[in-house]
């Protein structure tokens, strides 16, 4: 898709190692697991705990000039679903493009329906416009 994955834990990479070798849900992880022990990368991206020496689970998509597209940080124990993840993913680069369109949250994939010039007019308006769009589909 165009993007690289990698994902940061505050575990060493030995840990890294044993969790690829032995959780059957990461056998077939093809991208890197950096290893930030010391938090230094946890505390530049704001997700660092310094009680417990541990950083949240954030989801970071930067794009290649640097820009911030997206950040969602959640508690510890919360998964994150890989769908979503694609969808958002592709949604920033589909908006970036699009710059006066905006992406609903059911938006899937190129060619499903945006709201086209948003603005004052459409407050509080957003489901009608969204169904005017729909419908002229």
């Known amino acids: 898709m165009g993007c690289d994955v ?6 060493t990479e030995f840990v890294h190692l ?19 022990p010391t938090g230094n990368v946890s505390r ?3 997700v660092y705990d310094e009680k417990t020496g541990l950083a949240l689970r954030g989801t ?7 820009t911030l597209l997206c950040t969602e940080v959640n508690f510890y124990n919360l998964g994150r679903n890989i769908d ?4 958002k ?3 920033n680069l589909y908006m970036k493009r699009k ?4 992406c609903p949250s059911k938006w899937k994939d190129e060619g499903d329906k945006t709201l086209v010039n948003p603005g004052a007019k459409m407050v509080g308006k957003v ?11």
């Not at 044993?18 to 930030?36: G, Q």
């Not at 489901?127 to 589909?137: D, F, I, S």
């Open 99 to 102: 710059t006066n369109e905006v």
């Open 6 to 11: 990698v994902t940061v834990s505050t575990d």
């Open 89 to 91: 993913f592709k949604a």
């Open 84 to 87: 979503e993840l694609l969808r």
């Open 127 to 137: 489901h009608e416009a969204l169904e005017e769009a729909l419908q002229g589909a």
């Open 44 to 46: 530049m991206f704001g």
């Open 18 to 36: 044993a969790w690829k070798r032995c959780e059957k849900e990461l056998e077939r992880v093809n991208y890197p697991m950096a290893a930030d």
């Open 60 to 66: 970071f998509m930067i794009d290649p000039e640097g």
